[in-house]
């Protein structure tokens, strides 16, 4: 393939349909990239930005540069450019996901266990949620503090509320508990977690990148995006997952191997996250759009005047 008719930062599969941004989503998450080293990841970060600069070492295949741009897009962040911390990154999901996930479902019998394991859920989502924010609203080290604190204290007392609650309801209504937590959590953690953009609003551009002002409602609609794909990643580990665990505790040979519960449950959730994290960040497109008839007024009138009818929506980054 001729490499200059090759653009780096085009979508590889189709982003309007949901098959393609799976696709698109299963190749930036995979969690082998999380082993790279950060050496390695800053090469293809420098093989990206000197094609898009004109300049590529000779020999560069297109495989190479859909490779290196994986990477990129698995690393850096899609505002900054900054390479995102480990734990935050999206292609962690999956090892941090699934050992956090599978020991909530597993030790959710006793008070100081449920704490425990919704304190250390917390704490990764806050940390997830940070780095995957919408960059260009900056947010101070007290909000993070605030919201880490409020997201917490909320996944707590759900967990124990219900906990407690569920005492004498049948056992897997009880198993249920740590979901109803982290979908409860969820809905504070992430608007907490990225309020500047809610107070401030987020930069809208026009469909070509050209910048046309800040909106409240466009942060609003993608954090809520967002809230809504972090349930979906969850709840079919989560709430399909303590029935199988249920069902297989009833066998002899499960019973003689209890050592071993929260093992399996930790490499059952890694099946499910391995395909419900790229399907819960392909249920809404990442550029997220927005008709201009449905900013706010201020806005509106500034784009009506400048452009006339020639702006009939408006695009940002949601964040994941």
């Known amino acids: 393939m001729d490499l200059s008719t090759f653009d780096i930062d085009a979508p590889r599969w189709d982003q309007s349909t949901f098959m393609g941004r799976l696709k698109h989503f299963f190749n930036i998450t995979d969690c082998r990239t999380a082993l790279l080293p950060d050496s390695r990841l800053d090469e293809a970060k420098v093989l990206v930005e000197s094609f898009r600069a004109g300049s590529v070492p000779p020999g560069t295949s297109v495989e190479q540069l859909h490779y290196a741009k994986k990477l990129y897009d698995s690393a850096f962040h899609p505002d900054s450019g900054d390479r995102m911390n480990l734990i935050g990154r999206m292609s962690f999901q999956v090892p941090g996901g699934m050992a956090i996930t599978g020991f909530m479902l597993q030790f959710y019998r006793t008070v100081p266990a449920v704490v425990f394991w919704q304190w250390v859920n917390q704490s990764f989502n806050a940390l997830v949620n940070y780095t995957n924010r919408n960059a260009a609203s900056p947010i101070t080290p007290k ?178």
């Open 143 to 320: 909000q993070i503090g605030v919201a880490y604190v409020t997201a917490t204290s909320t996944a707590l007392a759900t967990a124990v509320g219900l906990n407690l609650y569920t005492k004498r309801a049948p056992p897997l209504v009880a198993r249920w508990v740590p979901f109803a937590a982290v979908a409860a959590a969820n809905c504070v953690n992430i608007p907490m977690m990225r309020q500047q953009e809610i107070l401030n609003g987020i930069a809208v551009t026009d469909e070509n990148g050209n910048k046309l002002g800040h909106s409240k409602k466009a942060a609003v609609k993608g954090i809520t995006q967002v809230v809504i794909s972090r349930i979906t990643m969850a709840a079919p580990g989560m709430i399909i997952l303590p029935i199988v665990m249920q069902r297989l505790e009833k066998y002899k040979f499960m019973q003689r191997i209890t050592f071993l519960h929260g093992p399996i449950q930790v490499m059952l959730v890694g099946v499910f996250l391995v395909f419900m994290v790229p399907a819960a960040c392909s249920l809404f497109p990442q550029r997220c759009s927005m008709a201009v008839s449905k900013l706010e007024p201020e806005l509106r009138d500034s784009i009506m005047s400048q452009y006339g009818d020639q702006v009939k929506q408006v695009y940002f980054n949601k964040g994941l």
